[in-house]
């Protein structure tokens, strides 16, 4: 399983452009990068997923460098509710772990 | 369309008995999966159900099991509960075609 690593916690004022990045050194060939957000005391809720290059949605993009043993997590203009825990995870084989994720803390 | 439905939503046990959680998942979502979360050990995989047979497993004790019934609603037990028990956990579904999963607002468990 590929194991993901990523920052601890970030913190960033409203108004900026958040970038979260995540290494994934032995992800598969067949492997999806995927990351999720969480709020306090809810479910983690689905952000983006990509294999490579760009993938964007009205939330967020997604950059996948050739090699994908990294990804980044662009958080376009961030606000107060941007405020969370943000999880990268590969998915291999119908296995789905979750790392530590990082915890963002945006300030006014 | 209605979300992954959760119940109860707060759950306060004493250690030794037994706890049973339900989920339901998505309409047309055949699988669900469980999932533990606790501060030191962040979001733990118990375990996946597709069509009423588990399909994967995390390295959690016998102490923790799980079925699914033919419309796909999922029960989670443990027995014997120790303190180190007490956690949120959370139940998520999706479709068979995806790896995305939709979670629902999970079940604080406190073990007392």
């Not at chain 1, 970038?19 to 969480?38: E, L, M, P, R, V």
């Not at chain 2, 962040?42 to 016998?62: A, D, H, I």
């Amino acid at each position: 399983l590929a194991k993901t690593t990523q920052p601890i916690s970030m913190d960033s004022y409203e108004g900026q452009e958040v970038n979260i990045t995540c290494s994934h050194n032995n992800i598969a060939t067949n492997d999806y990068i995927t990351w999720y957000q969480q709020f306090p005391s809810q479910g983690p809720r689905f952000i983006i997923q990509g294999y490579k290059t760009k993938v964007t949605n009205e939330v967020a993009s997604l950059f996948i460098p050739a090699d994908r043993k990294s990804s980044t997590l662009s958080l376009p203009r961030v606000s107060l509710s941007d405020t969370a825990v943000y999880y990268c995870l590969v998915v291999s084989d119908d296995k789905i772990i979750f790392g530590k994720g990082t915890r963002l803390h945006i300030l006014p | 369309k209605a979300g992954v439905t959760q119940t109860p939503r707060y759950l306060i046990k004493t250690r030794g008995q037994q706890v049973t959680l339900s989920c339901s998942p998505i309409s047309g979502h055949r699988s669900v999966s469980w999932y533990q979360q606790t501060p030191g050990q962040g979001l733990q995989f118990l375990f996946e159900y597709f069509s009423e047979t588990q399909r994967n497993k995390g390295n959690f004790p016998g102490r923790f099991s799980g079925r699914q019934f033919s419309n796909s609603r999922s029960e989670m037990n443990v027995s014997t509960l120790e303190l180190g028990d007490s956690a949120l956990y959370l139940c998520a579904s999706r479709l068979e075609s995806t790896d995305t999963q939709y979670f629902g607002p999970g079940t604080r468990l406190t073990v007392l």
